[in-house]
């Protein structure tokens, strides 16, 4: 369904910036749901707000209207995602603007859930609500990748984040690599983690460098921690398999190391066992689990194969202002068989901040 996009007006813009700021209060919690704000005003006057806290509770529209209460009749309802028409784990939203007897709606997006799809915005029409769609579009869409995302691709979207230095090492030719950038860098990453719903290594890192792969002292739900690992050798006492910190599945083939998956099993990681495990079938599991986003974590070979399964699609690189060199592999992707610049992935829609003394690059990959 096409839906018009109106005009709005600064107040309308300064509205919607508040609903999103609203919805991300929930970031890290919502999955398989989106990030909701949302803000009733009358005359004026903020008369009620609310965000959407996790799936299964009530939506942001919801928790705005309890807070209007009788004021919400003739009053501006703001919400950064179009509101449902559908029953779900929760009742429609557009009907409870119906009822409740608002004026105007100002939507940030159209719903890209094929459920809503437009028919939230006609509903409210209808019923003879004015309805302006597009405030503010790109901040929302862009608060709401991920869920977009997992709507058209049926897929998690996937972020690759790593640390290198200035000439592109993510360690010294020992391997050594703690730290390459600053603790205010790697609070930032703690923080980033705390926006995905599940966190993937493979098997090299948890041998190598026994992460913990938490949010540390970030307020925010620790991502689920993934491991891939074919073989399952793996030590059995690793820093992940603390699950009373935070959950963690390893993701293997039939016939691997039964020992381990025995300690593993114990130590209550679960071990789930994939006819081909490839970043695909990885992503297919997570996307079974209900994830919007995922954090490749990996080092050079395991991302390698995940860009090339367009399991990738968007980079996190922090960028430390230091020169190692060495001609060594350890570098943030391994080889993916291009031999021609032509043949490069191309990054867009860049944006680049300073952290301390480093430097974030964040970045899109073409999405196949
Ligand atoms: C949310 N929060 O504030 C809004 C949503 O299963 P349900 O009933 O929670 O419905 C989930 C769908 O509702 C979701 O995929 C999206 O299409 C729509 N809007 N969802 O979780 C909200 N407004
Ligand atoms: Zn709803």
Redesign the pocket.
Known sequence: MTVQESPASAFDRATMQRCLELARTAIGR?A???L?G?VIVNQGNVIGEGF?PQ??EP???VFALRQAGDRARGATLY?N?E??S?????PP?AEAIIQAGLARVVVGMV?P?P??AGQGIARLRQAGIEVHVGIEATDCQTLNEAFIHRMQHHQPFGIFKYAMTLDGKIAASTGHSHWITSPTARQKVHQLRASCDAVIVGGNTVRQDNPHLTTHDQAGSNPLRVVMSRSLDLPTDANLWHTAVAPTIVLTESGANSEVKAALLKQAVEVIELPDLTPQSVMAQLYDRGCLSVLWECGGTLAATAMQQACIHKVWAFIAPKIIGGSGGFTPVGDMGLSQMTEALPITRLNIQSIGPDFLLEGYLPVE
């Open positions: 919502t398989p749901n989106p909701v949302s959407h799936a299964g939506h942001a529209e919400v995602l509101p449902c559908h029953t779900g784990r929760t939203c719903d859930n459920l809503v």
